[in-house]
T-cell receptor, first 109, second 114 residues
Framework: AQRVTQPEKLLSVFKGAPVELKCNYSYSGSPELFWYVQYSRQRLQLLLRHISRESIKGFTADLNKGETSFHLKKPFAQEEDSAMYYCALTTSGTYKYIFGTGTRLKVLA | NAGVTQTPKFRVLKTGQSMTLLCAQDMNHEYMYWYRQDPGMGLRLIHYSVGEGTTAKGEVPDGYNVSRLKKQNFLLGLESAAPSQTSVYFC?????????????FGPGTRLTVL
């Protein structure tokens, strides 16, 4: 069965420190991986997706098929990065997302 | 464009009462979804629809029903509410057109069942 695992419920870092939010998935085929973010009192929104290989707000994520991971990284955390982050998976030909349980990132001043 | 809207924003029910949550989107998306968000559980798919007149079960469908009579609307019904259905409900829509598999979310409905 497809599964997305985010092992950390809460991650606290100081402003300016590097941050890495972990995401591992289980799927035998070729998945599409995404990171969604939910800022306080806002709706969930797409942060980035692996097929775009883009950097959004300084965040990057690389799909590692060998380790079945899609960790989200940022070299220097900012206070405005504090939010709930969800890793999600979907597969070609399906219409369903599988979301992880989320990681709350707190960036301390 | 309003994007994805949900009504109501908040609701308190007593056990056994029924209600319908309405989701509307103005982006002409084919796919629509209902999720529930619970602490420590993340987002779990309740039901989804791949087009007008179609519905399908997600991960946690029990106790819920849905209908997609119009392309822009997706209704989630609770026939007999239970305290276990206390949650925040999110609707989402998407398409495989210009934004590959991106889902657009509504603001959420906070439901409390006493």
């Amino acid at each position: 069965a497809q599964r997305v695992t985010q092992p950390e419920k809460l991650l606290s870092v100081f402003k300016g420190a590097p941050v890495e939010l972990k995401c591992n998935y289980s799927y035998s085929g070729s998945p599409e991986l995404f990171w969604y973010v939910q800022y306080s009192r806002q709706r969930l929104q797409l942060l980035l997706r692996h097929i775009s290989r883009e950097s959004i707000k300084g965040f990057t994520a690389d799909l590692n098929k060998g380790e079945t991971s899609f960790h989200l990284k940022k070299p220097f955390a900012q206070e405005e990065d504090s939010a709930m982050y969800y890793c999600a998976l979907t597969t070609s030909g399906t219409y369903k997302y599988i979301f992880g349980t989320g990681t709350r990132l707190k960036v301390l001043a | 464009n309003a994007g994805v809207t949900q009504t109501p924003k908040f609701r308190v029910l007593k056990t056994g009462q029924s209600m319908t949550l309405l989701c509307a989107q103005d982006m002409n998306h084919e796919y629509m979804y209902w999720y529930r968000q619970d602490p420590g559980m993340g987002l779990r798919l309740i039901h989804y629809s791949v087009g007008e007149g179609t519905t399908a079960k997600g991960e946690v469908p029990d106790g819920y029903n849905v209908s997609r009579l119009k392309k822009q609307n997706f209704l989630l019904g609770l026939e007999s509410a239970a305290p276990s259905q206390t949650s925040v409900y999110f609707c989402a829509s998407g398409d495989t057109g210009t934004s590959v598999n991106e889902q657009f979310f509504g603001p959420g409905t906070r439901l409390t069942v006493l």
